[in-house]
């Protein structure tokens, strides 16, 4: 058996979660969360059985390729997802995590790199290094998810209109406080992995770190979720330029990531 059929088993079950969680915003069924939420969690199962498959294979964290790093911070979303939803019961999460962690896994499937067995022990440094900025990845995409949520149950307080997405939504309150604690929390772990990554590459070069594609979309994603998180901290997240932030420093993440396959 491919090592990759769970991979896309997994992509088949989280495309069938994301469309079922989907389609409860014009049916409104709360039965269909419930159901999408069951057909992510078979999905994730099987992508859990991939990324061990991976260590496996390799020897090492699946986290030294694109694929490998991008499966690894949408298994680690999910997880936080699952986290939060026992905790405050959000199913209007489902609107942005599932669609989230499906395109990331998608991009594991499309960008094809073969596996590559280390025949050396990876740097404590290196591999702390390569842990926290997933970490942390994962972490400011939650916080960026539930800002969102806030912005859009602020809008719908001001207007008193309902939107579909109005019956899903936890209180602003909510919002608002699992954002900030996401975003706090990833920016000091995503931080913290920037830091390790210039000192092992001060380590092992003796020079500064060389500034490609991933290293320049790194960096300019960690300012503009500064921004954000000062936001939170002045009382002002709930702008548009908050949020128009927020998207560029998904961007930046993004090509941060893709640089990596080039890098």
Same mark, same amino acid.
């Given at each position: 058996? %491919?090592?990759?059929?769970?991979?896309?088993?997994?992509?088949?079950?989280?495309?069938?979660?994301?469309?079922?969680?989907?389609?409860?915003?014009? /049916?409104?069924?709360?039965?269909?969360?419930?159901?999408?939420?069951?057909?992510?969690?078979?999905?994730?199962?099987?992508?859990? &059985?991939?990324?061990?498959?991976?260590?496996?294979?390799?020897?090492?964290?699946?986290?030294?390729?694109?694929?490998?790093?991008?499966?690894?911070?949408?298994?680690?979303?999910? &997880?936080?997802?699952?986290?939060?939803? +026992? $905790?405050?019961?959000?199913?209007?999460?489902?609107?942005?995590?599932?669609?989230?962690?499906?395109?990331?896994?998608?991009?594991?499937?499309? +960008?094809?790199?073969?596996?590559?067995? %280390?025949?050396?022990?990876? =740097?404590?440094?290196?591999?702390?290094?390569?842990?926290?900025?997933?970490?942390?990845?994962?972490?400011?995409?939650?916080?960026?998810?539930?800002?969102?949520?806030?912005?859009?149950?602020?809008?719908?307080?001001?207007?008193?209109?309902?939107?579909?997405?109005?019956?899903?939504?936890?209180?602003?309150?909510?919002?608002?406080?699992?954002?900030?604690? /996401?975003?706090?929390?990833?920016?000091?772990?995503?931080?913290?992995?920037?830091?390790?990554? +210039?000192?092992? =590459?001060?380590?092992?070069?003796?020079? $500064? &770190?060389?500034?490609?594609?991933?290293?320049?979309?790194?960096? +300019?994603?960690?300012?503009?979720?500064?921004?954000v998180?000062?936001?939170?901290? %002045?009382?002002?997240?709930?702008?548009?330029?908050?949020?128009?932030?927020?998207a560029?420093?998904?961007?930046?993440? &993004?090509? /941060?990531?893709?640089? $990596?396959?080039h890098?």
């Amino acid at each position: 058996m %491919s090592p990759n059929t769970s991979l896309y088993v997994a992509l088949v079950f989280y495309g069938l979660g994301t469309l079922v969680a989907l389609a409860s915003l014009f /049916a409104r069924e709360r039965r269909l969360q419930h159901a999408g939420l069951g057909l992510m969690v078979i999905g994730f199962l099987s992508h859990t &059985v991939w990324i061990g498959t991976i260590c496996t294979l390799t020897g090492h964290p699946p986290l030294t390729n694109l694929p490998e790093t991008v499966s690894f911070i949408a298994w680690l979303v999910f &997880v936080v997802e699952l986290v939060l939803f +026992v $905790i405050y019961r959000v199913h209007a999460a489902s609107f942005f995590v599932y669609p989230l962690v499906l395109i990331l896994l998608t991009i594991s499937a499309v +960008v094809r790199e073969p596996f590559t067995h %280390s025949q050396t022990v990876l =740097s404590r440094l290196f591999t702390a290094h390569l842990l926290l900025t997933t970490t942390g990845v994962a972490a400011l995409l939650i916080g960026l998810a539930f800002g969102l949520l806030a912005h859009l149950q602020d809008r719908a307080l001001k207007s008193k209109t309902r939107g579909r997405l109005w019956e899903w939504i936890p209180s602003l309150n909510v919002c608002k406080d699992v954002s900030y604690r /996401a975003l706090s929390i990833g920016f000091s772990v995503y931080t913290l992995g920037l830091l390790t990554g +210039v000192l092992w =590459s001060y380590k092992t070069t003796a020079g $500064i &770190v060389a500034m490609r594609t991933k290293e320049i979309g790194a960096i +300019v994603a960690w300012v503009l979720f500064a921004i954000v998180l000062q936001s939170y901290i %002045s009382g002002t997240y709930r702008t548009r330029r908050t949020m128009l932030t927020g998207a560029a420093a998904l961007v930046a993440i &993004v090509v /941060a990531m893709l640089g $990596i396959h080039h890098g």
